[in-house]
């Protein structure tokens, strides 16, 4: 897959492509031993594919009327994205709370509905529209173009993704986390092997991410808005830890507990097989994301970014 | 895969540096006065973080001292860059039109082998098969091979593509594929979409790397030159990479200055 420079309206369309039954919740723990690099570690190196396409990230709070009946089409396999079926049912990306949404403070939940309604005004566009770092966990979110790279040295797992160039560098020593006046987009992460289990800690973060945003655009978004834009915004006072475990030798799966007091009412937690083994010889190319991304920009909310490079010229 | 070789081999096979491709190409036993710690695998360890101290960032020639850039002695090996004559009026073109038509001034991404020296510290991760490179300057990375695996089919790319091996301790990257829309430095030294860069990286001992970069770009130089730069390893205690975002930061600089 060679992404150079993909127009980011793409981010809105990342999640719906795959027709299947979403992905199994993930496995049990402890039921796979994967094998070991020279230092010790369980190995999750190697080259890997999003995981949970067509798995939404929220319960719905409207559920959209049944398409039209169409009599020549098979039965339906159930559990596709777009509102269909019993929606109380399906499965989503948040697991706890039971209601699949997230547990925002009232005055939150005003705010998000304001970043939703204005995603047609630069301001408030989504932020990773704005080829600007995912943040965490949102990094670790399907969308269909990423490939992620795991590498291990003794001491370190280090996590590359293909989208924008983004990595992690996550340290294994016990090491404090940075000064908190120090804030850094994708936060402060600091990891241990748990048995199989990868356990990341990450705090320091901004709060100019987004913290979950694949899927179809929210309810409510502008048509011409171009974005997803779910609007699951944060405070500096966020703190998220992370669970990556190999279920088998080609599937990753993944929890992430996200706290925040400022803006949620408890903590709530996501949790899917996030990372599938990509075929053998796959390699992740350059993303350049901001690179092409002015006009995309100014075509969405008439903002020109970069006056000097209108129009196809640099 | 390897006819797009071929032919990315054709197209740079016009200067006389060959291109050895380099699965062939087996480790040259050469002295080395390396002391340092290796790998598992032999190689010289250069897990870490590491930053260049010189003014290339600003001109990779000698110059004079100008508001907020330092002077500096040229890196360059005969210390003048070989332009042809019209290159020569490009680069001055450039320079003229000042420090606001870097293209890093717009955030992009700044090529090979410009992001080794800008003044941001970066971190390798070395395993058997790769030699990763970290930037803070805008979550950069790199992604050297050196599992013999070829160059894709000619690319487009930004930072190019790299491919490298390990002639005794000197680790060599071959890196072709690159766009036409990068600068070697703030002064508005430019290449074409032919460049070829190959880096030569030689560990001294456990805390200093040589660095040398032969480029080479038929359309723009005379002949390939070389420059000559240090990695110093950074030693604080509590350092790591931390980050420079500079999309935000030249997406506020417009939007405040509308």
């Known amino acids: ?314 | 895969m390897r006819n797009g070789v071929s032919v990315a081999v054709a197209a740079m096979a016009v200067f006389s540096l060959a291109l050895i491709p380099i699965a062939a190409q087996a480790p040259a036993a050469t002295a080395s006065g390396y002391r340092g710690s290796r790998t598992p695998d032999g190689k010289p360890n250069l897990n870490g973080i590491w930053q260049t101290f010189s003014t290339a960032h600003w001109n990779l020639e000698a110059h004079t001292a100008d508001d907020g850039i330092p002077a500096g002695q040229s890196v360059v090996e005969g210390n003048d860059i070989p332009y042809q004559p019209a290159a020569l009026a490009l680069r001055r073109a450039n320079f003229e039109k000042g420090r606001a038509s870097d293209p890093l001034a717009k955030c992009h991404l700044p090529g090979v082998p410009r992001i080794t020296y800008i003044p941001f510290p970066f971190q390798i991760v070395q395993t058997p098969k790769h030699v990763s490179m970290l930037y803070e300057y805008s979550n950069v990375t790199r992604i050297i091979y050196t599992d013999g695996t070829p160059h894709p089919p000619p690319l487009e790319l930004w930072m190019g593509d790299s491919r490298g091996r390990w002639e005794g301790d000197t680790l060599v990257v071959d890196v072709t594929q690159f766009n036409d829309m990068t600068w070697f430095d703030m002064a508005g030294n430019f290449h074409s979409d032919a460049l070829h860069v190959v880096e030569r990286y030689t560990p001294l001992d456990a805390d200093h790397v040589r660095y040398e970069a032969t480029i080479e770009d038929p359309k723009v130089f005379t002949r390939p030159w070389k420059m000559n730069l240090l990695l110093y390893r950074r030693l604080e205690q509590n350092l790591q990479i931390l980050d420079y975002v500079c999309v935000d930061f030249v997406q506020r600089k417009y939007l405040t200055s509308k």
């Not at chain 1, 173009?145 to 795991?150: A, E, G, L, R, W």
């Open chain 1, 1 to 314: 897959m060679v992404s150079l420079v993909l127009a980011t309206v793409f981010l809105s369309l990342a999640s719906g492509s795959a027709g299947q039954a979403p992905a199994a919740r993930t496995a049990a723990a402890g039921t796979y031993t994967p094998p070991r690099t020279p230092d010790g570690q369980p190995d999750m190196q190697g080259m890997w594919l999003p995981g949970g396409e067509g798995l939404p990230m929220e319960r719905a709070s409207i559920v959209l009327p049944p398409p039209p009946v169409d009599p020549n089409a098979a039965p339906a396999a159930g559990g596709g994205r777009g509102g269909r079926g019993n929606a109380a049912q399906r499965p989503t990306m948040i697991v706890d709370p039971p209601d699949g949404k997230v547990p925002f403070q009232p005055w939150a939940l005003e705010k998000r509905n304001e970043i939703i309604d204005k995603q047609d005004n630069f301001a408030f566009v989504d932020p990773r529209v704005r080829c600007l770092p995912a943040g965490v966990p949102r990094v670790n979110l399907p969308i269909v173009f990423n490939t992620y790279q795991i590498l291990q040295t003794p001491g370190h797992v280090v996590f590359l993704y293909e989208w924008s160039h983004l990595y992690r560098d996550i340290p294994l020593d016990g090491r404090p986390h940075v000064d908190p006046k120090i804030r850094l987009w994708m936060g402060d992460p600091r990891g241990r092997w748990e048995g199989n289990t990868l356990v990341v800690d990450s705090t320091n973060f901004t709060d100019k991410t987004h913290l979950l945003g694949n899927g179809a655009p929210a309810v409510g978004v502008p048509a011409g808005a171009l974005t997803g834009g779910q609007g699951v915004f944060h405070s500096e006072a966020l703190h998220v830890i992370e669970r990556f475990t190999m279920t088998d030798a080609n599937t990753i799966a993944y929890e992430a507990t996200l706290e925040d007091p400022k803006v949620f009412t408890r903590p709530f937690k996501i949790g899917w097989n996030a990372f599938q083994r990509a075929p053998k010889d796959h390699q992740l190319y350059e993303y350049a994301c901001f690179e092409g991304d002015h006009d995309t920009v100014r075509r969405m909310t008439g903002v020109d970014i970069d006056p000097t490079l209108n129009v196809g010229g640099r």
